[in-house]
């Protein structure tokens, strides 16, 4: 056990979203799929499968004080290539890349939780897709990834873990995109 698993901040969601019945869109859920079943290896990550998202995520964001969303999003990049984002790089992407998050239905779920609520430090894991067309089979670009992919966010768990001492920095910063970046950092490097 890492000595930092006794860290006393809260715990850092996972949450998964996409369709798996369109294709790469369900990259995100089928990940939190197989990231469940390494569940005991993160007792302070909690790992959900939130499906195609939406509104019914409001409750969810207004409880929790931080998330590490997976998702596919068209950011004009290779198929399975990853970026890790905050919310504000929706806005900002939208206009030059058209940058989509399953009609950016999430992205405005997450504007609404901030306009009614303190929402959580968020950071999205995008992956690109190459097809969102109705399948419940991932492209071949995806599926060979999927191992990649999985490795990149368990280190991103290990970089929370090793840094969740600084977590409550994140917690206590109120400018939510402030929020944002020190999560950022806290999951992508050396805090």
Do not use: Y
Not at 37 to 62: A, K
């Amino acid at each position: 056990m890492n000595r930092n698993d006794n860290c006393p901040a809260p715990k850092l969601t996972v949450l998964g979203l996409g369709n798996i019945l369109s294709g790469d869109d369900g990259i995100g859920v089928l990940l939190i799929q197989k990231l469940i079943e390494r569940q005991s290896e993160f007792p302070l990550v909690e790992f959900i499968d939130g499906g195609v998202g939406g509104l019914r995520l409001l409750n969810l964001l207004e409880e929790i004080p931080a998330v590490l969303i997976v998702d596919s999003a068209d950011m004009k990049l290779q198929a399975s290539e990853s970026r890790l984002i905050i919310p504000a790089q929706l806005a900002e992407d939208q206009g030059e890349k058209g940058f989509s998050l399953h009609d950016i239905s999430f992205a405005q779920t997450l504007a609404m939780a901030e306009r009614f609520f303190s929402r959580p430090a968020t950071v999205i894991f995008a992956i690109q897709p190459k097809s969102v067309e109705q399948s419940d089979k991932l492209s071949d670009e995806l599926n060979d990834a999927f191992g990649r992919l999985e490795d990149q966010i368990i280190k991103l768990l290990n970089n929370w873990r090793k840094n969740c001492n600084k977590f409550r920095e994140v917690l206590l910063e109120t400018d939510i995109e402030k929020k944002d970046k020190l999560l950022l950092r806290c999951l992508n490097e050396d805090f």
